[in-house]
């Protein structure tokens, strides 16, 4: 079995920058070496991308897409400063994670 990074979830505005132009996007949830945005649309993959963080710019390539999300591997790992940064805004004090629309339908619940 292939190990897979830590993913820790998110809800954090963002701007995709491609070839193709600029899109604003959701970080849904971000791991060391990736992250998945939902976005209006999505540009295929193996596209080149920048992404606009609240002023951090990471460069990547997009490895998996679908109509409205897509999933980024970074061409450098995030620092333990990047992660700090992102667990603060994913999850600060009295501010919930939201869960995607089709969780709440299906009767999902986080497990504790």
Known sequence: ?????????????????????????VVINVSRSGLRVRGPRMVPKNTPIKLNLRGEVMTGRIVWTNAQSAGVALEADLTARQMA????????????????????????????
Do not use: F
Not at 85 to 112: D, H, K, Y
């Open 1 to 25: 079995m292939r190990y897979r990074p830590h993913r820790h979830a998110s809800d954090v505005p963002a701007v995709l920058k491609t070839p193709l132009g600029e899109i604003g996007v």
């Open 85 to 112: 940064m992102l667990r603060r805004l994913c999850v600060s004090p009295g501010r919930p994670v939201r869960r995607p629309s089709w969780a709440q339908t299906a009767g999902l619940q986080e497990m504790r």
